[in-house]
């Protein structure tokens, strides 16, 4: 394919962050036979239940990804119950992909990594792959349309520019919509930002308005339960969207230092949704600690979208009340692999 290429921790918030890393490890490095639960019974995010697609992928025990499987090496059930494979597409079959950009201030000082670091993303793409690449700040912008033209791609990144707040979740709902008109193709967004919505940020600080330390703070914010996030999530598993979040360094809440309990619990609350945007949609959240990792990271995600699966199946229950969260688990005929898809989904 040709190259479009044209820098103390509060002990509150370090158990919250090892908290999610445990959280992390114990979802994509399951056993391909393992259950997969529901994390927080009050979050609501209703699908219809017609179809449901999984996106998935699969390692050995070495973490080597395996691309060989066919349709008769997958088994998923639904609460425990078998479910018939209508549908499935193997690992090189083509996506459409959003490649969502922040271009809000806190992205301005670096915009040359940036932007080289998208040129790589769009180096390893799949020549059947087609991308859209979308901007945001407070206004989100697309600046290519679903194209396979990847040049064309690449010159529209060279010229973006742009600062001023972060709208994510709006850009996020954005990106969705453009990715229903794409049909029944595999679909994925993969977003570069420092997580730190102007909204979201707004509400969380009044939450934790009256929090004197760390630990309050943290607990006055429920980050699962926002109805932006709630909303994105009900939107992906609509479609079976797999989101990629590629978390900015300016948003890790591990860098804090002499934080106010306010700003702490902003920070973490912001990073956690993070992890449940890639969480509950079959991603992977990709922390980028330096700036100079942002390529490679690129590179990494778009290498991990050529080992996923598709599997599609309609639920053999149709009796199950509105609202209850029906659990996920996917098995592979060669129990030494290991297997990662979304956790499961809240029926309609």
């Known amino acids: 394919m040709t190259n479009f290429r044209p820098a103390a921790v509060p002990r509150a918030l370090q158990s ?19 259950d997969a639960q529901q994390d927080d019974p009050g979050e609501v995010v209703k699908v219809n239940t017609s179809l449901v697609q999984l996106n998935v992928g699969v390692v050995d025990r070495q973490g080597h990804p395996i691309t060989n499987l066919s349709r008769n090496d997958f088994s998923v059930y639904e ?31 670096f915009r040359p990594t940036l932007k080289q670091s998208a040129y790589r993303f769009l180096d390893a793409l799949s020549p059947n792959d087609r991308v859209a690449v979308v901007t945001f700040n407070e206004e989100v912008k697309t600046r290519v349309k679903f194209t396979n033209d990847f040049s064309k791609a690449a010159k529209a990144i060279e010229y973006v520019e ?20 794409e049909g029944s193709r595999r679909k994925a967004i993969v977003v ?20 004197h330390t760390d630990a309050e703070a943290l607990a006055s914010v429920k980050p699962d339960e926002s109805s932006p996030l709630r909303a994105v999530l009900a939107a992906a598993d609509r479609q079976g969207v797999t989101i990629y979040p590629l978390a ?17 619990a902003i920070y973490a609350a912001a990073r956690a949704r993070m992890q449940s945007l890639a969480d509950r949609t079959g991603g992977r959240l990709n922390e980028i600690r330096r700036l100079e990792d942002m390529g ?25 009340p509105p609202g209850r969260w029906r659990a996920i688990r996917i098995e592979v005929s060669r129990p030494e692999l290991l297997a990662r898809t979304k956790p499961g989904y809240y029926g309609r």
């Open 16 to 34: 919250f962050c090892a908290a999610l890393a445990l959280a992390l490890f114990c979802v994509f490095l399951t056993p391909a036979t393992a």
């Open 79 to 109: 609460d425990g119950v078998l479910q018939p494979i209508t549908d499935f597409e193997p690992s090189t079959a083509p996506f459409s992909l959003v490649l969502l950009l922040d271009l809000s201030g806190s992205t301005q000082s």
């Open 162 to 181: 742009g600062k001023g707040e972060t709208h994510l979740y709006k850009a996020l709902d954005y990106s969705l919509e453009m990715l229903a008109q």
């Open 192 to 211: 570069l930002t420092d997580g730190l919505d102007t909204q979201m940020k707004a509400l969380d600080r009044n939450l934790a308005a009256n929090a």
């Open 248 to 264: 900015l360094p300016s948003g890790d809440p591990k860098r804090l230092s002499y934080a106010i309990p306010v700003q702490t």
């Open 296 to 320: 490679r990271i690129y590179a990494e995600v778009a290498a991990d979208l050529r080992t996923l699966y598709t599997v599609f199946y309609r639920p053999t229950n149709t009796n199950v």
